[in-house]
């Protein structure tokens, strides 16, 4: 049944089987493949001596050339530890003031800092430090906690309402939704703040009713809120308690959000870096969220 | 499952099963209450289920590429969720991977494979019960799947989303897709089975043991859909991987090897260049994709001696991989001239090209240097659509335009017009998606490993991201050309079953009886 013939076009003689009408030709395989499979066993036998490769029962053949990547990672993780101490040491022991006159260092600085930002950081307080609701601005020149760099360099370190046992505490209590102040009183206090913020906000239009009410919510400010956010209300960096004469807000300052912050309270959150981040990176960060703002304390 | 489900999305899953199976058998007592095929009609081969399987694999294909299209936006307008959960990247990509992979390449396997088993054994399918069973029961399986991932159901394992039960039932129907095709070729009338046949054997038996193995799972409850693996750590990695890569090789590459052995001399009639590179090919690319897996875990904690058995056995691949690019590519020789005016024979051309280079990409991002610059970026995505878009999707393509015409018994397709500018929008959406990937890729790559003098990094991760915006802009558009060019092929498919005339000498289907020749594609 199965009878060869020769193929008119390349003149290999076919194999004599047929499939509904597909044929084979019996060419010899080219000796251009031939040579490249003996090439590549050729390469994979040589990758085998030299190289960790064939299982033997619990252990493994080692390779001649003694390559181990765990060894290898270790060895250039330490190479790059004593290539970087050289500048990490000096950041960690010097104050601020020192560093920022040491031109080589702040160099290292202002090189290591955007990256180290946009890692770690800019997933909440925006890529330039925008901030954005709930996630404080960091390109302006208002601090929650102060714009000393120690007072920085120490939120980074413990967080702020976070799990370390030295975190900063900030909270903003629940008038409303704990019964201290009536609903009448917080908007009459939302009128009075609004008042003293420099936020323009059209609905303060002035009535002898608003006046009023502004009147009220400034007892009930000196009351219940002068004690953190201080009379004059522009803040207390001991507690974290935010400026209200600017405008600025971190939750809104529209009637609204300030009604429902005065009704249930806010308390952000800040994660402690101090396990995440060296000290040599809290520094480096340090001088660079004081740099975002372009005026400020600027390394 | 619908009722007693613990959670909604397996009460949900339960509903779907309850309602395709409902479908299912209103259709069956449908087929039954029709007459019983004729001794004279069993003569005949067997294929409507091949009708059937080309159309589901044209509406997985519109809706894979569509939701393909819709992800490669997201990652450059991330705002294009809606904000709804189902359309986040997370649920809607395996719903791209499955939907391309398993329900357009799949079903495209399944009816090819129905169609060039019985062609080259010269027999019918042994029954008409189960070749519907395998075909609408992996489709039932897709269905599950790809509304799982919608629901949030996944076991996060890639290209292995479907959780267990959907699991277990694919296990049921490829089994029977198994047995049909040994039964099949039991039933030849043809002394030697050919080539194609045993890639397709190769490609079915080889995914039950992948798909069994990395599926080994135990529920949390049978009346829930959350299981988890029985493999844990390095070894759940490994054996992901292994079955990751086997799937590539196995059902990205082998079934549809089988199907280039058959449709490309078909088409180009010219015999196969060499049936000893079909041997040495077939037993190289069985043999040593097996160990290659590997190469998805370098620099991990994967011990380095599996790594290196993973970089060898890679670039021994190559060979073989060539060896049936090359056998594929030479047997045009003596055709060239149908490849210059026949579109759909340059599909299949094509194909075999884009095959030896995304092989050779393949087996050099399996060295450990390069793929220390390569893995985790954009790269291995622009190589994976090297091999899906250039070679599995261009061999689909110029497949069912030589198939439609056959089983269906038109004269042509019905518009040649069509499918030569689906050529080019396919060639030149694949050209700008892998340039795209491949700038991409190397860019993300270059700048992860940027370091300042000081041993910093000089890049932070959201500037690489960053960077990637005008390239994934380009990768949707060079999908959408992708996709626009399958809806042609779906609405050219469709004109062609309706509105081209029957051909004037086959009027009825090819019999398969000893005496008389197969004719239908024959003469086509």
Redesign the interface.
Known sequence: MSVSERDKYSGHMTTGHEWNGIKELNTPVPKILIACLSAAFLFAIGYWVLMPAWPLGDTFTKGTLGFDQRKHLAQQMIESDNNQTRWTDPIEQLDFDAIRDNPQLMAIVRESGPALFEDNCAMCHGNNGDGGKYFPKLNDTSWLWGADPNAILETLAVGINSAHPDTRIALMPAFGSSGVLSAETIDSLVLYIQSISTTETSSTTETTTTAENINAGQAAYSMYCAGCHAQDGSGNIEVGAPNLTDDYWIYGGDSVALTATLTDGRSGHMPAWESRLSLSERKILTFYVLSLNGVGDNP | MALAGHDIGFQLQGAVIVTAALVTLGALFSIRSQPEATAEELTYYYDAPIKAGIYLSLIWAMLGMFVGVWVALLLAYPELTFDYAWASLGRLRPVHTSGVIFGFGGNALIATSFHVVQ??S?TRLPDQLSPWFVLLGFNLFCLVAATGYLLGITQSKEYAEPEWYADIWLVIVWVTYLVLYLRTLARRQ???I??ANWYYLAFILVVAVLHIINNLAVPVSFLGSKSYSLFSGVQDAMTQWWYGHNAVAFFLTSGFLGMLY?YL??RAE?????????I?SFW?ITFMYMWAGSHHLH?TAL???V???G???S??L???S??SA?NAL?TL??AWHRVRDDATLRFMMVAAVFYGISTFEGSFMAIRPVNSLSHYTDWTIGHVHAGVLGWVAFIVFGTFYSLVPWIWHRERMYSLILIEVHFWLAIAGTIIYLIAMWNAGITQGIMWRTY?E??????????SFVAMHPYYVARAFGGFLFLVGAALAFYNIVMTVRHVPLARNVTNDASVGPLSV?TG??TA
């Open positions: 062609r080259t010269r043809e002394p030697h050919y080539v058959y001399p078909k010219r015999p196969i260049y060499s049936y000893r590179m079909s040495i190289g620099y011990p380095q001696w790594q290196t058995l970089v060898t056995f670039v021994m190559l060979v073989p060539w060896g090359g030479m020789n003596g300042n000081s041993g910093t990094l000089t890049y932070s991760f959201l500037e197969p594609e024959a």
